[in-house]
């Protein structure tokens, strides 16, 4: 007989799909009650919550060279959104030339995870909430929130829109590198900027189509580039972002010649602070300008009450993880800075 | 040939290891029956409301669904203590608490099941809440939770006048603090299968701490012989007080199978574990005491304030633990203890690792913390001008016997170089120190009764075996090792020709169960008893063989033989065999009943114990000011175990129990929003992983207790308690505030920090407590001892 699981997924329908075109046809034509499943990680325990009316699932690791990963840091690289995230973060050439990447991927949730979860789907992370990732019954006994059957968003009351958290590791990494999705559907083949892929919108988050699968992800060259991402959450081990701080500094005779950088987890979108960025262009940044540019660059940042610990705490750190990163990436000690998140008296 | 022990005191695998290790231990979810059934129940979606109408016809239509049970099928009302009798296994008239089982049903599959509890209609009217201490004793707030008002339980008790104690002091200090509830977190699920055979007998496998508990409940609420009911508690995949209840999803899997007639499964999900709780009680307290100038106590008033949840549980016993063993800790010669207990409409809480102790042991450890500061006197030098004597009497009657807690305090100071380092540590680190007691088992059973309190029986074979039978469950502690180490030690064979028979109502003889630190103790003088009976009879029978007096005979490695001369003897299968020629069956039982030294007063049988354990710690943070996080790299914790029966075991209780504190200290917390449980899953719900755990640093005290089987005492709760007060002393210790308040949160960090830059007092934490009516208290004469001095 089957393991006993107490909390049932729906009865569903299982296909794995030998190409993207297959894989695409299907979700499709299934009257959007089909889903793409790669590592499942994040979709199983959702649809076990019944966070989604599903039909069918339809499995895109058979496909061949689903997770490959291809090119370099001179040349740029193509990493298959079916790479694990486990793969990513041991990856040489990302290790070398994208290291953020490498770093949001190797601290997303616990080893076991990173050996299913794969890239694509770490970047089409359902955005969370701790009144929407709960069970039918919670969920039911609270009143439903707009996310999922009901009306209202129970974060924020007077709300029109869902603020649902953005809770990728890899997403902002893959803005602040100004990297390209390839998503293929049925109309064909088609790559957008990662930032592009996103809403801000808790429910409407993506801009990918149902019928697209995401193939790849198109990291830019990195010659001459340093990187970083700081990532807050309560355990070292399991949680989600509760701040994700991604910067990315490109370099030139020593001086800085473009840096960008985006947020997870304060808002339903990675949010991109690079236009916080801009007066590093032209220097090599020492610390005291590192800590004015990070303390203006958590403006845009607007956690709520629908995570884990107190949003006003987490919105004082995120300036503290702006820091931090940016330190890292220009190389300095990163825990070493002048910013923190203490209250003003 | 020595009388050195031979298995006692060594760190040998325990039996069950490989079972857990290699996954072919049976846990109650494993169990697979033909034709079983899967029950699921239907839980309330309001915190407190009346149940107007139930409409199951849908639900029953649905193929698949063999039977569909409400309150109307279960009407028996009961609880764990005979004092409260508040639950029912369905709610018949009100709900209590969202997560309060309404309805239940059995069906081939778990898919049918969980459509069926959909299908099932209940009109409800919502009530309005109670969510908070505060809530549930504000006036006008409607219909109260149970009864005319939502005070479950209020006690007084006063041992020699306080008030005069303390006002005439040199030294006086109050202290209000709070601990937020937290829940116990086993990674294995509640579950329970019955099975209702032709023969006319209910058996139910639960995953239980409980089983004769759940044995007489069962007899109870389904109304049948306990002679016709079956309870075996299966391995537990951790406990910690959660499984120590009677709970409904027992009773509601017993009551489908016995009107299916088909086997029947309910695993509870991980949510509803969370509204099973029976864990931590929120309890708010205030200490106030009087001090000599040289720091010694004159007089201490303690209250607290715990907030229960929606029904009684243990609920009365925890209240009086809440003021129970301050005094076993500290000579305390005058003291007073109000508490108050009141309903909420949360899930009910009960006993958690430390029961009702950790609340006020962390309140004590910090306003002791606070009074050496202010006297001069350094944290350690405090503690001990206030130590209790071995061999001595509390104010509030409790028996003290073996205490070790002197020596459990100069080794930690003296390991981590405490007083030196405490004023030497770099920017941000601290180091905090703290002491605890804690029961070996409760003195008094959960029902009054004149009878034994565990027992063992034996019976050896004619190959060399020994069979033991004894009710105590294995929930991880390793209560199965002990009772084969003590047989096996006082019988003279190895570990592995014990067969062990636990935990079975049908099979084994009473052991109430593992709760309150009481099986190592309990049942270990059990199977000690019943193994030396065992010994005299092959004695005697050696002996005549030997030809020699049985008081010179000696059994160790598998052989009797004469102790002044080893090679003159026979094995143990042939001292059997002779045994048996001579006088059949070899066996024997043996109990233990705790000593009667309640004092003369009502609610004095909470507190007493046969012996106390005694643990001391210092706990090395790691604060970051800019962000208010907070570390724990190390923890130095010695514990006074009286002997150790097996020190890898109690290496691990320790080790477990600091992880544990840790996690209250700083992360864990039960919290509830729009009347719901926050956040009930194992991810939201924050609880340290591997990587937060500190290196422990762990010194075990040997006091050989003279009751104690061996020598031994308790190990699986006491040393939680002075780690979570320790970290809050070292965080002081680190960044000059102080956090009244569990768990520790870096926000409240930072906001203490705040407070301290604005210049005002660098603290976070309560202010004041409820205006609260207790009864008059009840004025206690003190042991002689007391009343001379």
């Known amino acids: 007989?089957?393991?006993?699981?107490?909390?049932?997924?729906?009865?569903?329908?299982?296909?794995?799909?030998?190409?993207?075109?297959?894989?695409?046809?299907?979700?499709?034509?299934?009257?959007?009650?089909?889903?793409?499943?790669?590592?499942?990680?994040?979709?199983?325990?959702?649809?076990?919550?019944?966070?989604?009316?599903?039909?069918?699932?339809?499995?895109?690791?058979?496909?061949?060279?689903?997770?490959?990963?291809?090119?370099?840091?001179?040349?740029?690289?193509?990493?298959?959104?079916?790479?694990?995230?486990?793969?990513?973060?041991?990856?040489?050439?990302?290790?070398?030339?994208?290291?953020?990447?490498?770093?949001?991927?190797?601290?997303?949730?616990?080893?076991?995870?990173?050996?299913?979860?794969?890239?694509?789907?770490?970047?089409?992370?359902?955005?969370?909430?701790?009144?929407?990732?709960?069970?039918?019954?919670?969920?039911?006994a609270v009143g439903f929130c707009l996310k999922k059957d009901g009306d209202i968003c129970l974060v924020a009351r007077s709300s029109p829109r869902c603020w649902a958290v953005s809770s990728s590791d890899t997403a902002p990494v893959a803005v602040a590198f100004a990297a390209s999705v390839v998503l293929q559907g049925m109309a064909g083949t088609r790559r957008v900027r990662a930032a592009e892929l996103y809403r801000d919108d808790g429910i409407d988050y993506t801009t990918r189509k149902r019928d697209e699968v995401i193939t790849?992800?198109?990291?830019?060259?990195?010659?001459?580039?340093?990187?970083?991402?700081?990532?807050?959450?309560?355990?070292?081990?399991?949680?989600?972002?509760?701040?994700?701080?991604?910067?990315?500094?490109?370099?030139e005779d020593g001086v800085v010649r473009d840096a960008r950088g985006a947020l997870s987890a304060v808002g339903s979108h990675p949010v991109d602070i690079s236009s916080y960025l801009s007066s590093l262009r032209g220097v090599h940044p020492d610390e005291r300008l590192i800590a004015e540019l990070a303390a203006a660059a958590d403006k845009p940042a607007r956690p709520l009450d629908n995570t884990d610990l107190s949003h006003y705490w987490r919105k004082r750190m995120t300036r503290v993880f702006i820091e931090r990163a940016l330190r890292d990436a220009a190389g300095l000690d990163p825990q070493a800075g002048l910013l923190t998140a203490q209250l003003k008296s | 040939m020595s009388d050195e022990l031979s298995i006692v005191g060594q760190s040998l695998v325990k039996p069950d290891a490989m079972g857990k290790v290699s996954g072919q231990t049976k846990f109650a979810d494993d169990l697979m029956l033909p034709r079983m059934l899967f029950g699921r129940l239907l839980r309330s979606p309001y915190p407190h409301a009346r149940i107007r109408r139930i409409d199951t016809s849908k639900a029953t239509a649905i193929p698949g669904v063999l039977a569909v049970l409400t309150g109307e099928d279960l009407p028996v009302k009961f609880g764990i203590l005979p004092?409260?009798?508040?639950?029912?296994?369905?709610?018949?008239?009100?709900?209590?608490?969202?997560?309060?089982?309404?309805?239940?049903?059995?069906?081939?599959?778990?898919?049918?099941?969980?459509?069926?509890?959909?299908?099932?209609?209940?009109?409800?009217?919502?009530?309005?809440?109670?969510?908070?201490?505060?809530?549930?004793?504000?006036?006008?707030?409607?219909?109260?939770?149970?009864?005319?008002?939502?005070?479950?339980?209020?006690?007084?008790?006063?041992?020699?006048?306080?008030?005069?104690?303390?006002?005439?002091?040199?030294?006086?200090?109050?202290d209000i603090v709070f601990f937020e509830g937290n829940t116990h977190l086993p990674m294995e699920q509640h579950a329970a299968v019955a099975q209702y055979g032709q023969d006319g007998r209910l058996t139910?496998?639960?995953?239980?701490?409980?089983?004769?508990?759940?044995?007489?409940?069962?007899?109870?609420?389904?109304?049948?012989?306990?002679?016709?009911?079956?309870?075996?508690?299966?391995?537990?995949?951790?406990?910690?007080?959660?499984?120590?209840?009677?709970?409904?999803?027992?009773?509601?899997?017993?009551?489908?199978?016995?009107?299916?007639?088909?086997?029947?499964?309910?695993?509870?999900?991980?949510?509803?574990?969370f509204y099973a709780h029976r864990g931590r009680h929120p309890?708010?307290?205030?200490?106030?005491?009087?001090?000599?100038?040289?720091?010694?106590?004159?007089?201490?008033?303690?209250?607290?304030?715990?907030?229960?949840?929606?029904?009684?549980?243990?609920?009365?016993?925890?209240?009086?633990?809440?003021?129970?063993?301050?005094?076993?800790?500290?000579?305390?010669?005058?003291?007073?203890?109000?508490?108050?207990?009141?309903?909420?409409?949360?899930?009910?809480?009960?006993?958690?690792?430390?029961h009702g102790t950790p609340q006020p042991r962390f309140a004590l450890e910090v306003h002791l913390d606070k009074v050496a500061e202010e006297l001069g006197i350094d944290p350690v030098n405090l503690r001990l001008r206030n130590l209790p004597e071995p061999d001595s009497r509390t104010v509030n009657w409790l028996r003290i016997t073996s205490c070790g807690l002197r020596a459990c305090i100069e080794k930690v100071a003296a390991e981590s170089r405490f007083l030196e380092q405490r004023r030497a540590m770099p920017a941000g680190r601290g180091l905090g120190f703290a002491v605890s007691s804690y029961l070996s088992g409760a003195g008094t059973a959960i029902y009054w009764n004149e009878m034994?309190?565990?027992?063992?029986?034996?019976?050896?074979?004619?190959?060399?075996?020994?069979?033991?039978?004894?009710?105590a469950i294995d929930i991880g502690q390793g209560s199965d090792h002990i009772l084969a180490a003590i047989a096996a030690e006082v019988l003279g064979v190895s570990l592995d020709d014990i067969q062990l028979t636990t935990a079975d109502t049908d099979l084994t003889p009473i052991d109430l169960g593992s709760y309150s630190s009481r099986v190592t103790f309990m049942a270990g003088n059990a199977a000690r008893a019943a193994a030396e009976k065992v010994r005299a009879i092959l004695f005697e029978a050696a002996a005549e063989a030997?030809?020699?007096?049985?008081?010179?005979?000696?059994?160790?490695?598998?052989?009797?033989?004469?102790?002044?001369?080893?090679?003159?003897?026979?094995?143990?299968?042939?001292?059997?065999?002779?045994?048996?020629?001579?006088?059949?069956?070899?066996a024997a039982s043996g109990s233990y009943t705790p000593p009667r030294i309640a004092g003369p007063y009502k609610g004095s049988g909470v507190g007493p114990s046969p012996a106390y354990s005694y643990s001391a710690a210092v706990v090395e943070v790691d604060c970051d000011a800019r962000t208010g996080e907070v570390r724990v790299p190390q923890v130095w914790i010695a514990h006074d175990i009286g002997r150790a029966i097996n020190p890898m075991l109690v290496v691990g209780q320790v080790e477990g129990s600091v992880y544990m504190a840790l996690g209250e200290a700083l992360m864990e917390e039960q919290?509830?929003?729009?009347?719901?449980?926050?956040?009930?899953?194992?991810?939201?719900?924050?609880?340290?992983?591997?990587?937060?755990?500190?290196?422990?640093?762990?010194?075990?005290?040997?006091?050989?207790?003279?009751?104690?089987?061996?020598?031994?005492?308790?190990?699986?709760?006491?040393?939680?308690?002075?780690?979570?007060?320790?970290?809050a002393n070292a965080v002081y210790n680190a960044i000059g505030v102080r956090i009244d308040e569990i768990p520790i949160t870096p926000d409240r960090v930072l906001k203490a920090l705040a407070e301290k830059a604005k210049g005002r007092l660098p603290r976070v934490g309560p202010r004041r407590v409820p205006a609260f009516a207790f009864p008059a208290l009840i004025q206690v004469e003190r042991p002689p001892e007391w009343t001379q001095s």
């Not at chain 1, 990302?94 to 770093?103: D, E, F, H, I, N």
């Not at chain 1, 807050?232 to 509760?242: A, E, Q, T």
């Open chain 2, 283 to 354: 309890v708010l307290m205030k200490v106030r005491t009087g001090f000599t100038k040289e720091g010694v106590i004159t007089g201490m008033q303690f209250q607290s304030f715990l907030d229960g949840g929606g029904y009684g549980s243990y609920g009365v016993a925890s209240t009086y633990y809440t003021g129970a063993l301050q005094t076993t800790t500290y000579a305390i010669p005058r003291y007073r203890f109000e508490g108050a207990r009141l309903f909420t409409n949360k899930p009910p809480c009960g006993p958690k690792r430390g």
């Open chain 2, 671 to 727: 919290t509830f929003r729009l009347g719901l449980h926050k956040f009930p899953s194992m991810l939201e719900y924050k609880s340290p992983t591997a990587l937060e755990a500190p290196v422990i640093h762990t010194y075990l005290v040997e006091t050989i207790d003279p009751e104690g089987p061996f020598g031994a005492k308790e190990a699986g709760q006491g040393p939680l308690l002075p780690v979570i007060p320790a970290v």
């Open chain 2, 83 to 174: 004092v409260s009798q508040d639950e029912e296994a369905l709610a018949r008239e009100k709900v209590r608490y969202v997560g309060d089982p309404v309805a239940a049903v059995a069906a081939t599959d778990e898919w049918i099941a969980d459509e069926a509890i959909d299908r099932i209609e209940v009109e409800f009217e919502e009530l309005p809440r109670y969510m908070s201490l505060e809530e549930a004793l504000a006036d006008g707030g409607g219909e109260p939770i149970h009864g005319r008002t939502n005070v479950h339980k209020a006690v007084a008790l006063e041992f020699g006048d306080t008030e005069e104690a303390i006002s005439g002091a040199a030294h006086q200090r109050e």
């Open chain 2, 452 to 471: 034994p309190h565990s027992e063992v029986q034996l019976k050896v074979d004619r190959g060399g075996g020994v069979a033991l039978l004894c009710g």
């Open chain 1, 216 to 251: 790849s992800v198109e990291f830019p060259a990195a010659r001459t580039t340093t990187s970083a991402y700081w990532k807050l959450r309560r355990r070292g081990s399991f949680d989600f972002p509760i701040v994700g701080a991604a910067v990315v500094i490109w370099w």
């Open chain 2, 204 to 273: 139910l496998w639960s995953s239980t701490q409980t089983p004769h508990y759940v044995h007489r409940a069962l007899g109870k609420v389904l109304e049948m012989p306990m002679s016709r009911i079956r309870v075996i508690a299966t391995p537990n995949g951790g406990g910690f007080g959660g499984k120590s209840d009677i709970f409904a999803h027992e009773l509601v899997a017993a009551k489908l199978a016995l009107v299916t007639g088909r086997p029947v499964k309910i695993t509870l999900t991980r949510e509803e574990v």
């Open chain 1, 1 to 140: 007989m089957d393991p006993i699981l107490v909390l049932r997924l729906p009865r569903l329908r299982y296909v794995q799909a030998r190409t993207v075109e297959e894989a695409a046809a299907i979700v499709g034509s299934d009257g959007g009650r089909a889903m793409l499943i790669a590592g499942g990680t994040d979709l199983l325990p959702n649809l076990k919550r019944r966070q989604f009316d599903v039909a069918t699932l339809v499995s895109l690791r058979g496909i061949p060279g689903w997770d490959a990963i291809t090119g370099d840091p001179q040349a740029g690289m193509s990493l298959s959104a079916g790479a694990t995230l486990d793969q990513v973060a041991r990856h040489p050439a990302v290790l070398s030339g994208y290291r953020a990447l490498a770093q949001a991927a190797g601290l997303v949730s616990t080893p076991q995870i990173r050996y299913m979860g794969t890239l694509g789907g770490n970047l089409m992370v359902d955005p969370r909430c701790n009144y929407y990732n709960q069970t039918f019954a919670w969920r039911k």
């Open chain 2, 546 to 586: 030997l030809q020699c007096d049985p008081d010179d005979l000696q059994a160790r490695d598998r052989r009797v033989f004469r102790r002044a001369r080893p090679e003159d003897g026979m094995t143990f299968a042939q001292a059997v065999v002779a045994a048996e020629a001579k006088r059949g069956v070899v």
